[in-house]
């Protein structure tokens, strides 16, 4: 089948969720389909990164460049007519008239679109051409748990983008033949009378790369990453470092934290202290998991799977997390890791894993065994490609 893709960012390298979701979906669909692939950017594209996704691209690769005086254009102008301000963001007139030739061109017989920022440049051919449209996750909730959190001056921006995410979100429903997302979670906050129709398409975990690495010494008690501009992220590193992490310590006074990940901003630099450490990007992240006893995920605000649980747990690493977070994975609490919602419950798991090893070698070795049986990157791509044949 020739299979057109329409994604809001290069998926390499993986550091982001959408871009692991969709380089490992590329990967699996490349085997059996010509694709071609239109991904928009904000940043120069390095030369390795095309070299991993060209590959996967036989009906051609194909990227667009967003200038920031052209996003802040777009942003503007999606204000005005009511559009959510990350589908202006995302949305360009010279990357429409480019979709619009590649579908002249390449004339494939199913599109795939990633995300509903992307929604808005396929608006034209709604009802022309058989879509698919990954939700992925509801962006509206997310930004609804940030607007309650966020200071008083920022609520009423933040409310009035969730409000006009929400309504998108079901607008852009209408658009494509079938809907994919990446949890049962996420389906139920879709504000459409048909969202059980949407179907569940799960993450995988790729266990050939994360592995259990006992060698490596234990330089920190506690890791957690991600992507450290994502505000979801930022709002959980500062829960760890600021309330969870001194209630550790007053059990393990040495106890030490690692963050790592991708672009931290100032306020997750400014956690930095004796106690935590910020790497920022890291050439290969295994290395951060395998630093560390326990991981931490105290997510309190966004949806979706997160794919720091599913590569920490690979790696045989004792997890903790918050309820949030584990309905989106569904493992079982106390037996693949353990779940708790304050700083108080989160820090008394914690402090029994280090304190005994035993239990938390017996947690860390179900929650592997967990990944493995439930997020595999075949069989979740297999459910998405019967989608194309409908």
């Not at 809001?8 to 389909?33: N, T």
């Not at 991708?262 to 004796?274: I, K, M, N, Q, W």
């Not at 304050?342 to 008394?348: G, M, T």
């Not at 894993?353 to 297999?382: C, I, K, M, Q």
Request: charged share 20%.
């Amino acid at each position: 089948m020739k299979l057109l893709v329409l994604l809001s960012r290069f998926p390499y390298p993986l550091d982001k969720g959408d871009k692991l979701r969709a380089f490992h979906q590329l990967r699996y669909l490349a085997r059996h389909h010509e694709i071609c692939l239109l991904a928009l950017t904000d940043e120069a594209v390095p030369e390795e990164s095309y070299a991993a996704v060209r590959p996967l691209c036989r009906g051609g690769l194909h990227v667009h460049q967003l200038r920031k005086p052209g996003i802040a254009l777009n942003m503007a102008r999606a204000l005005v007519k009511g559009l959510p301000a990350q589908v202006g963001y995302f949305y360009d007139a010279a990357a429409q008239r480019r979709l619009d030739t590649l579908l002249q061109e390449f004339r494939p017989q199913h599109v795939y679109c990633q995300l509903i920022r992307m929604a808005e440049y396929l608006r034209p051919h709604a009802g022309q051409l058989p879509m698919t449209l990954d939700y992925m996750d509801v962006f509206s909730a997310g930004m609804q748990r940030r607007a309650t959190q966020a200071p008083g001056w920022q609520r009423p921006v933040i409310s009035l983008e969730a409000r006009r995410l929400l309504a998108y979100e079901a607008t852009v429903f209408e658009w494509f033949g079938h809907h994919t997302i990446i949890s049962d979670q996420d389906r139920q906050l879709i504000h459409h009378a048909r969202r059980q129709q949407i179907h569940v398409v799960l993450n995988g975990i790729d266990t050939d790369f994360f592995q259990p690495d006992d060698a490596r010494p234990k330089d920190y008690e506690l890791v957690f990453c991600g992507n450290m501009s994502y505000h979801p992220n930022v709002d959980a590193a500062e829960f760890l470092a600021l309330e969870i992490l001194p209630l550790v310590q007053q059990q393990h006074p040495g106890a030490r934290l690692l963050i790592a990940g991708t672009t931290p901003v100032a306020r997750v630099l400014a956690l930095a202290s004796e106690a935590v450490v910020i790497s920022g990007w890291l050439p290969d992240i295994r290395d951060a998991y395998a630093s560390a006893r326990v991981f931490v995920a105290p997510m309190r605000v966004g949806t979706g799977l997160q794919n720091k649980l599913l590569e920490a747990m690979a790696m045989r690493l004792p997890c903790l997390t918050t309820p949030l977070a584990n309905n989106a994975l569904r493992g079982a609490p106390s037996q693949d890791l353990l779940v708790g919602e304050s700083a108080a419950e989160l820090a008394a798991g914690i402090s029994q894993l280090l304190s005994e090893p035993a239990l938390a070698d017996a947690l860390a070795a179900r929650g592997l065994e967990f990944v493995r049986r439930h997020y595999n990157w075949a069989a979740a791509t297999g459910k998405l490609e019967a989608l194309f044949g409908k």
